[in-house]
């Protein structure tokens, strides 16, 4: 059962744009992360928003929880060729694991 | 160093064989999951353990096994029953269930051959 939907599956920028990825969630939740992922490796977490927060930065991310829309959206700021990766977002609905996305595979074009 | 390791990282059975991947954690962390990532599907949980000596299926646990004796190892054993095995894996741990990030190994790459 997966819970969240990004949208892009894909987005091509150049290097100092803006990147925005887009997660859709079906059921309530108590948190919801971000994670990034390099080809062929392991999945790095960057963020973590709890239900009651509607914006959060880390760094040149930023992530915003519209919990009435169950939505999430990820926003890199000028972004580098290094940000080129897939990120997932990934939901908490209680006390069971978290349920990934399908992922947004970004390329940052220098 | 902290951290998850995963291995091997390239990984080849043949048809009927039985295979296991490792997973061990030096992080204290107190929950582990194997997730099975295939192109364009994203991660799907296979299965995942909360203490030593249990563990609960996930979503598809068919033709999987695992066990939980230490609290730093949580291998997976991909039986001659999973039909389609060629994935890469993904170990990860956390310290509750759900409630914070989880650390994820380097994945194993698993190809039937």
């Known amino acids: 059962s997966q819970q969240g939907e990004e949208d892009p599956q894909a987005l091509s920028i150049q290097e100092g744009e803006n990147a925005t990825m887009n997660c859709s969630y079906k059921?309530?939740?108590?948190?919801l992360q971000w994670y990034r992922q390099n080809s062929g490796r392991g999945l790095v977490h960057l963020i973590l928003i709890r239900s009651n927060e509607r914006e959060k930065h880390s760094g040149r991310l930023r992530v915003t929880l519209d919990t009435s829309k169950k939505s999430s959206s990820l926003l890199i700021t000028a972004s580098r060729a290094a940000d080129t990766a897939s990120y997932f977002c990934?939901?908490?609905?209680?006390?069971?694991?978290?349920?990934f996305g399908k992922g947004t595979r970004l390329s940052v074009i220098a | 160093d902290g951290g998850i390791t995963q291995s091997p990282k390239y990984l080849f059975r043949k048809e009927g064989q039985n295979v296991t991947l490792s997973c061990e954690q030096n992080l204290n962390h107190d929950a582990m999951y194997w997730y099975r990532q295939d192109p364009g599907q994203g991660l799907r949980l296979i299965y995942y353990s909360q203490i030593v000596n249990d563990f609960q299926k996930g979503d598809i646990a068919e033709g999987y096994s695992v066990s939980r004796e230490k609290k730093e190892s949580f291998p997976l054993t991909v039986t001659s029953a999973q039909k389609n095995p060629t994935a890469f894996y993904l170990c990860?741990?956390?310290?509750?269930?759900?409630?914070?990030?989880?650390?994820f190994g380097s994945g194993t790459r698993l190809t039937v051959v």
């Open positions: 059921t309530s939740i108590n948190n």
């Open positions: 990860a741990s956390s310290f509750l269930l759900a409630r914070g990030g989880y650390t």
């Open positions: 990934a939901t908490d609905a209680g006390n069971t694991p978290l349920v």
